[in-house]
Each structure stands twice: as C-alpha cells, then as structure tokens.
C-alpha cells in the first residue's frame, strides 16, 4: 500500500476518533457515566489525538500533492481540518483560564459576600466550597476582573430585587427561590434570590445569588449585589 494512502487513511481515521472523545468526554460526565475530571482527562487526550491527526495529516497532503495524487489529498485533509479543530478548541479554552486566577467564587460584594443556603443540598458531593475564599480570593479577584462591583439603582429595594431577578432569568438564569436573608453588615435583612444555569456539555452547574439592600442616607438606593 501506498505510503501518501497510509498517511491519509491514518489521519482521518486517528481525527475521527478523537473527535468522538472529545464530545463524549463531555456529555459522558453529564449523564453521570464518569466524575468531571476523568472528562477533562477524555478530553486532555482527545487533543492529543487531534494534534498528532493534524500532523499526519498534513505530512499526508505534501505527500500526495508531490505524487499528484489528488484522490489521496481528500481523507488527509479531513483529517488534518478535523484534527486541528479538536486540538484548537481545547487549546484555546486552556490559554484562556491561564489568564485568569484559579478561583471558582466571584462576588460584586467581597466585604460582606452573599452565603449560599438553598443550594447547598445540590452541592453535597462538590469538591469546591461554597463559601467565599476571604482576602485572598478577593484580592485576586480584584486584580482580574476590577469592573465588577455591586450595581446602584435609583429605586427602592424590592423593585431593585425584582430588576436583578429579570435580568438574570432573561439571560437563562433559572430561579431556584427566593427569601429574606441575613447579613453582616448593615442593612440586617436583605431579599435574595438563587439563580442557576447549567453549562452544555459537562452540564456543569452555576449557581449565582443576588442580594439587594438599601443604601444611601434614606435608604432610598436599592444596591444590587
């Protein structure tokens, strides 16, 4: 057999299958077949396979173009287009989590941040806690993402509430309840509301709480956390 055949049934069929781990990494922690991180291992190689399909690939191509052996340039190609999409993506989702701190808990309040409650019983088996990590957590988040700060309205507290709510159901936030909640600081009683979204794919869950409380000399601000 021919080597540019060889090459170019190798790249495809090596692309092919490390597509297909790619996506049932995914989906497979989602419907429970195995933990997160044995997806994101599926996955780890699944990119592998997309490189190495990529390589091969290519070498394909060269060598059945030199043959003008245009046939054999098709399966090569899949191959190495394939190849580069299942490695690439990956890649450039880890590229991006390397610019940012390694912390799972983000707050517009780092002073007094809002304390999860009705979530918790979802979150029985999670290896992440879900209390906020302090100072040092906030400081790294301070640095990453400074724009993020808790929003002032013009309006009273429960209209405040309902706004933040709306908000966030309209951006496919489903809402888990809502109550009146305790707080270190001033105001004492805050309303809160549980939102959460689940990621496609790993089917992760996030869970965000919105706290709103009064500020300002007659308390005539609703500040929306």
């Given at each position: 057999m021919k080597i540019t055949v060889v090459l170019s049934r190798a790249a495809c069929i090596l692309a092919l299958i490390s597509a297909v781990i790619a996506i049932?990494?995914?989906?497979?922690?989602?419907?429970?077949?195995?933990?997160?991180?044995t997806g994101f291992?599926?996955?780890?190689?699944?990119?592998?396979?997309?490189?190495?399909?990529?390589?091969?690939?290519?070498?394909?191509?060269?060598a059945a173009l030199l043959r003008a052996q245009w046939r054999g340039a098709v399966p090569a190609l899949i191959g190495l287009v394939i190849g580069v999409l299942v490695f690439g993506i990956p890649w450039q989702m880890k590229q991006?989590?390397?610019?940012?701190?390694?912390?799972?808990?983000?707050?517009?309040d780092t002073e007094d941040p809002p304390r999860f409650a009705a979530v918790l019983p979802l979150r029985k088996d999670a290896t992440n806690p879900t209390d906020?990590?302090?100072?040092?957590?906030?400081?790294q988040q301070h640095a990453a993402y400074p724009a993020?700060?808790?929003?002032?309205?013009?309006?009273?507290?429960?209209?405040?509430?309902?706004?933040?709510?709306?908000?966030?159901?309209a951006m496919g936030w489903g809402s888990l309840g809502r109550t009146q909640r305790k707080g270190r600081l001033k105001p004492p009683i805050r309303p809160s509301g549980l939102v959460s979204r689940t990621i496609l794919s790993?089917?992760?869950?996030?869970?965000?709480?919105?706290?709103?409380?009064?500020?300002?000399?007659?308390?005539?601000l609703g500040k929306a956390t």
């Open positions: 049932l990494a995914g989906f497979g922690s989602r419907a429970g077949w195995w933990h997160f991180r291992q599926l996955l780890t190689w699944a990119a592998y396979g997309g490189l190495g399909s990529a390589i091969i690939g290519f070498i394909g191509c060269l991006i989590a390397q610019q940012v701190p390694p912390i799972h808990d983000i707050t517009t906020y990590g302090g100072p040092e957590v906030a400081a993020i700060q808790p929003l002032t309205l013009p309006i009273s507290r429960e209209p405040a509430f309902t706004k933040a709510l709306q908000a966030a159901e790993f089917g992760s869950k996030l869970g965000a709480m919105v706290v709103v409380s009064t500020y300002g000399p007659y308390h005539g």
